[in-house]
């Protein structure tokens, strides 16, 4: 609301743009001029593109001029275009929060299967306009910088935590940071040369490399008690913050738990929960997020059980036609039952008089 | 209700009738991508260009010139608008592409019905309800007598005239119509429970107003009255285009409408035959279709409200053949002849049956001399 409002005061004449322009806002009018010119909507361009590593693209974004920043951490929703339909997307900014001109970079890692990952490693390219959100989430440093900091990174998920290390950098902070990253090998390190420098710059700073598949690393293997000791041996006194593929969180979360020290380990986690593909599965819960309420699902249909729950969604036809009981389902999997076909895809519309539940399912009513 | 009597078809048949026109659907839907978004983003721009086109000749609309081709500007905007544009998105026929630009749920129309309101009368009531009287609120739109199974009264004598009128003020009347003036008038519906409908028709017609009558004119300075006689032409021009293509969908005759009775427990298949039988096309060049907002393809938009509309002529031929198939009447015609026989139906509604009905026969059934049945309770 306050962005709005400043918004407001900056450009002239808004108000009366907008009450000619009505029924359509006035990005409609401008993006049809350039799809940078959007004044409400957030948008950003990809200035530059390039794979430092066999499976991964950095995309350095410039940001509209609505954006307002993001804190070391923090993820956006990214929404891509691919063949006509907006897909959305988490990614985390990887530079500092500090910056200039208010771009940041986004490192993603193409997954085998993955829509998103892999269109953006095969075509993203500089001129390419990407739907951004403003960021959010809480894997964020305290603002007052704690002492020690131990970062914990693997594959992908060194994106958020090397967002912290350059902040801190870019801060001139002077305690005790450790980075610790792991790999398959180490082409498979994202962002190698800048680490390397950071470390050497700041002798605040230490880097250790651990390789799952090969010798050669600081460490071998996957994360162990020995390899927290060898890192940050004042790990207790020390806030840990970790993001990596799901094994090495389950192993991180371990070791700290049996040490006592797992009130002081923050983690972010990339991979959404396994989503159920038994599309006759009647089993899981369905939370209703915004009224708080949250039942067992019985395998009719969503719009159903939200009224057996108490709930007074909106409807029409109940039969698919009018889309009047169009509704956000946050996270889980549904199937239509007109044609069986799956929607996995978190934060989508679906319709509820015609889309039963696969598993857990939470939608935003 | 109509003539001659409905084809009948078999429960298989009706069966094998939704299982080809769901197989059709389908593979429409898995279709849909990158030519259906870009397609629907060419229309707006060219509406967006030609609003912003006819917006600047009418700078100048004390100059004659400038206001002929700034207000024919503007009409063709606003009609785009509607109806390629507004009715087809707010259909949700684009709501796969996952763009709020281009979101049923967020989308507004340049017309003073707001489309919250018109969503749940359109969408909702006629579509899910089409041609069933005392259901299809858009039959006659509570006001005038467009079907042989509405009772005649007195009233309607002024049906030609009650026409005209809602074909000039057609976009009062569809924003009027969301109140269900009728079903208020029989104590169906409180004036209580339409706080919200009245509450969005006051912002949105005040919006809509203040733009074309206030904000626009008083920006031509002196120009006032002739840039405001130009935005009333073009609203006027679509109005008469909406009306025309709208009544040329569901009232030329050989339409056939329906009892709640007749209804009851319908299955898929039912419906879509009620679909096809309760509507009826206009043929005309691809221009044309577009701007209908390809309801000149009602009977494909009855089958699949939600699908793209620049796909209806693409699978008309299909849909056409299924009704051969099946032995069902597939209307369609020219707009001349179309809207002749609309206003036929008009003129000849408004009198009583007796002045142009056979004397009915035994139990509702009248059949004529050549011996076509006319009537069928
Ligand atoms: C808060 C947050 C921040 C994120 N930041 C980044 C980031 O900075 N860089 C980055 O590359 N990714 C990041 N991700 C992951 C990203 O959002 C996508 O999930 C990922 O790019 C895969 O999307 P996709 O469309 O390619 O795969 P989908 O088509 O959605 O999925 C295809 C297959 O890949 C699997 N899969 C999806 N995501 C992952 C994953 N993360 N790990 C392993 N398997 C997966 C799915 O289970 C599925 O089988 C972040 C996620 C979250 C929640
Ligand atoms: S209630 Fe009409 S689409 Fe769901």
């Not at chain 1, 909106?314 to 009981?325: L, N, S």
Request: hydrophobic share 40%.
């Amino acid at each position: 609301m306050t962005a709005q409002m400043d918004r407001k005061r900056r450009i002239p004449g808004l108000r009366l743009l907008e009450a000619l322009a009505t029924p359509h806002s006035i990005d409609r009018y401008l993006e049809l001029v350039h799809p940078m010119l959007t004044i409400r909507e957030l948008r950003g361009e990809v200035t530059s593109v390039h794979r430092s590593t066999r499976d991964s693209v950095t995309l350095t974004i410039r940001p509209t001029r609505r954006w307002r920043g993001f804190t070391a951490g923090q993820f956006i929703r990214v929404g891509v275009l691919i063949d006509g339909v907006r897909h959305t997307r988490c990614y985390s900014p990887a530079t500092s929060q500090h910056s200039a001109d208010g771009r940041f970079e986004l490192t993603v890692k193409a997954h085998d299967n993955g829509r998103v990952s892999r269109w953006l490693h095969a075509n993203a390219r500089p001129g390419l306009v990407l739907q951004l959100a403003p960021a959010e989430g809480e894997f964020t440093l305290p603002a007052a910088r704690p002492e020690k900091v131990l970062l914990i990174s693997g594959g992908s998920g060194i994106t958020p935590v090397i967002s912290m290390l350059r902040t801190l950098c870019a801060e001139g902070h002077t305690g005790e940071v450790v980075f610790l990253h792991y790999a398959y090998t180490e082409a498979d390190v994202p962002y190698l040369a800048q680490l390397r420098e950071l470390a050497g710059a700041h002798p605040n700073v230490r880097l250790l490399l651990a390789y799952t598949d090969v010798e050669g690393g600081d460490l071998h293997g996957f994360f162990t008690e020995e390899h927290l000791r060898a890192a940050a041996p004042w790990f207790a006194d020390a806030d840990t913050y970790l993001c990596g593929p799901p094994g090495l969180m389950a192993g991180a979360r371990e070791v700290f738990t049996a040490l006592g020290a797992a009130h002081r380990l923050r983690t972010e986690d990339f991979a959404p929960a396994p989503i159920t593909v038994d599309a006759e599965d009647a089993t899981g819960e369905i939370t209703f997020g915004r009224s708080g309420t949250s039942a067992a699902n019985t395998g009719r249909t969503l719009l159903e059980q939200a009224e057996a729950a108490g709930l007074k969604p909106e409807y029409g036809c109940r039969m698919g036609i009018c889309f009047t009981c169009t509704s956000v389902k946050t996270s889980g999997c549904t199937r239509d039952v007109r044609n069986g076909e799956l929607s996995t895809d978190p934060d989508s519309e679906i319709q509820i008089c015609v889309s039963v539940p696969v598993g857990d399912v939470e939608l935003d009513i | 209700m109509s003539t001659p009597k409905k084809p009948q078809l078999t429960p298989q048949q009706f069966e094998e009738l939704g299982r080809d026109l769901d197989a059709l659907r389908q593979r429409l839907l898995d279709s849909l991508g990158e030519d259906d978004r870009k397609y629907i983003y060419d229309v707006v721009k060219v509406q967006r260009a030609l609003e912003v086109a006819g917006r600047g000749l009418l700078m100048a609309s004390s100059f004659p010139p400038a206001w002929v081709a700034g207000t024919v500007a503007l009409s063709l905007s606003k009609i785009i608008d509607n109806m390629e544009i507004g009715h087809n998105v707010m259909h949700g026929q684009y709501d796969w592409m996952r763009d709020p630009a281009m979101n049923s749920k967020m989308f507004e129309w340049d017309n003073v019905a707001p489309g919250e309101n018109w969503k749940h009368s359109h969408n909702y009531i006629h579509h899910t309800y089409t041609n069933i009287l005392g259901k299809d609120r858009d039959i006659g739109y509570g006001v005038l007598r467009m079907d042989e199974g509405q009772k005649w009264h007195p009233y309607y004598l002024g049906n030609p005239a009650y026409a005209f009128a809602l074909m000039v003020f057609f976009e009062w009347g569809v924003m009027l119509h969301d109140l269900e003036v009728d079903n208020l008038r029989t104590g169906r519906k409180k004036w209580s429970e339409t706080a919200g409908v009245r509450r969005r028709m006051w912002h949105k017609g005040l919006k809509q107003v203040l733009k074309d009558y206030v904000l626009f004119p008083a920006l031509t300075g002196p120009q006032f009255v002739a840039t405001a006689t130009a935005n009333a032409t073009a609203n006027l021009v679509r109005n008469i285009w909406a009306f025309s293509i709208i009544f040329c969908g569901h009232f030329p005759t050989g339409v056939e409408s329906f009892t709640e009775e007749e209804t009851k427990d319908e299955t898929r298949g039912e419906w879509y035959y009620r679909q096809m039988l309760g509507s009826a096309n206009i043929s005309g060049s691809p221009l044309f279709h577009i701007m209908t907002g390809n309801l000149s393809h009602q009977i494909e938009h009855h089958l699949f409200p939600d699908i793209p509309a620049r796909r209806y002529p693409q699978v008309a031929g299909e849909v056409r053949a299924i009704c051969e198939k099946y032995g069902l009447p597939y209307n369609t015609g020219g707009l001349p002849k179309q809207l002749a026989s609309v206003a036929a139906k008009i003129f000849k509604l408004a009198l009583p049956d007796k002045f142009w009905a056979k004397p009915a026969g035994p139990r509702g059934r009248t059949v004529s001399k050549d011996g076509r049945t006319l009537r069928v309770a």
